[in-house]
């Protein structure tokens, strides 16, 4: 969609990001959080300096976004970084998912990363698809991973090479 926009995350940016996140909290498909998040939370996630990109619409709405967050801070995992994208319900499907990921991608690349990866719900196929398409590649299922609401969840892990 030509009038979709990706660009570097702003403070300004926080509440939609906020408010899209809790989307993903309350429909159960994309984290295993419960509890819904504030603004202060998304701030954070932009000052730890690692790539944060927001897709907006022709009105300049956030509609959707893609975080990196640090996998750890032991140094042999410099250059990783885990990512998370999501977009707003009344934009699923449309190209938000794509123009995020390939925007945290290059953003991400820009910054010297060398690999990306996440874990997936097994039952999200539309995530799933993004990410086969973006080049992820699958790279097992962690069984009972995690709970969310007193069941057991399954996820697929990811993961993708960034080229210098």
Request: proline residues 3%; hydrophobic residues 45%; contains cysteine.
């Given at each position: 969609?030509?009038?979709?926009?990706?660009?570097?995350?702003?403070?300004?940016?926080?509440?939609?990001?906020?408010?899209?996140?809790?989307?993903?909290?309350?429909?159960?498909?994309?984290?295993?959080?419960?509890?819904?998040?504030?603004?202060?939370?998304?701030?954070?996630?932009?000052?730890?300096?690692?790539?944060?990109?927001?897709?907006?619409?022709?009105?300049?709405?956030?509609?959707?976004?893609?975080?990196?967050?640090?996998?750890?801070?032991?140094?042999?995992?410099?250059?990783?970084?885990?990512?998370?994208?999501?977009?707003?319900?009344?934009?699923?499907?449309?190209?938000?998912?794509?123009?995020?990921?390939?925007?945290?991608?290059?953003?991400?690349?820009?910054?010297?990363?060398?690999?990306?990866?996440?874990?997936?719900?097994?039952?999200?196929?539309?995530?799933?698809?993004?990410?086969?398409?973006?080049?992820?590649?699958e790279v097992g299922v962690h069984q009972r991973h995690g709970q969310l609401d007193?069941v057991w969840r399954d996820v697929v892990a990811v993961e993708r090479l960034i080229e210098?």
């Open positions: 969609m030509s009038e979709l926009v990706a660009r570097p995350a702003t403070l300004a940016d926080a509440p939609a990001m906020a408010r899209i996140y809790n989307q993903g909290i309350e429909d159960r498909i994309a984290t295993f959080e419960t509890s819904p998040r504030g603004v202060e939370a998304v701030e954070a996630w932009l000052a730890s300096g690692l790539p944060v990109v927001v897709v907006v619409d022709a009105a300049q709405n956030v509609v959707g976004y893609a975080a990196t967050f640090a996998y750890s801070d032991r140094c042999c995992y410099a250059g990783i970084a885990e990512f998370s994208v999501y977009v707003d319900r009344g934009h699923r499907g449309t190209g938000v998912g794509k123009h995020a990921l390939a925007a945290l991608i290059e953003a991400a690349k820009a910054q010297g990363l060398h690999k990306l990866l996440s874990r997936v719900f097994v039952e999200n196929s539309a995530s799933l698809g993004l990410l086969r398409r973006q080049g992820f590649r007193g210098a």
